[in-house]
């Protein structure tokens, strides 16, 4: 008897959830902003919940599930409708680099530092912040790039020009703290190193807040 209950009550909550899904939209699968994170981890539990508490029966996971739904899609309703509601549940994107500078009071808000920030960019394809104009965080926590010129991906195919050799830039202070394994790792020291900022007219390594090597294209320096 309990197994064709929990039969009934599986076929029931398969196509509700396959009913709420479509009815919502796609949105809730790819979970394009925190509200349709959170929201598919609650219509997983509700479902679940209901399922293995035999003391609800099929009527409350009808109900649960249908309530939780129309609620749903009343907020995807008035997002689509009304521009302010839409910011409030959806967000908006930050800019993380702008003209090329990171921005660390972005950087703040969205409490990320400079690791997190360069992890996301490699997981981009992209290895150094030299090669970044644009940065934006998007609403579900991933990045969108757009390079500058020289970094964009047509300029040798489509001129035809030489294949250079590929090298990975090395981060060398971060946070106004020189990261020695790194640079001794180079083949460089800290005379080097002091050589390299004073050409660019920095003292005090305190006084960066990134610094990228990378082989065929010198030092890269963002001062705070």
Request: hydrophobic letters at 45%; aromatic letters at 14%; a neutral charge.
């Amino acid at each position: 008897m309990k197994v064709i209950y929990l039969t009934t009550e599986l076929i029931i909550g398969f196509f509700l959830l396959f009913i709420i899904v479509k009815f919502v939209g796609k949105k809730i699968i790819n979970q394009i902003t925190p509200f349709t994170f959170i929201a598919a981890i609650v219509l997983g539990e509700l479902l679940g919940n209901a399922l293995y508490d035999h003391e609800i029966g099929v009527f409350y996971i009808i109900y649960s599930m249908a309530l939780w739904g129309g609620l749903l899609f009343l907020v995807e309703y008035l997002g689509q409708k009304y521009l302010a509601f839409r910011g409030i549940f959806e967000g908006k994107p930050s800019v993380l680099i702008k003209n090329g500078i990171v921005d660390r009071e972005e950087l703040k808000k969205n409490r990320m530092n400079i690791n997190q920030l360069q992890s996301l960019l490699r997981q981009s394809e992209t290895f150094s912040i030299r090669e970044v104009a644009f940065c934006y965080l998007e609403s579900n926590g991933s990045i969108s790039i757009l390079k500058k010129t020289k970094y964009q991906k047509t300029t040798q195919e489509d001129f035809n020009m030489p294949i250079k050799s590929v090298y990975v830039p090395v981060t060398l202070i971060r946070d106004g703290e020189v990261l020695w394994d790194e640079l001794i790792d180079l083949g460089f020291n800290e005379s080097w190193l002091k050589k390299q900022l004073k050409s660019q007219g920095i003292s005090d390594n305190k006084d960066i807040f990134v610094a990228e090597w990378l082989e065929d294209d010198g030092l890269f320096i963002q001062t705070y």
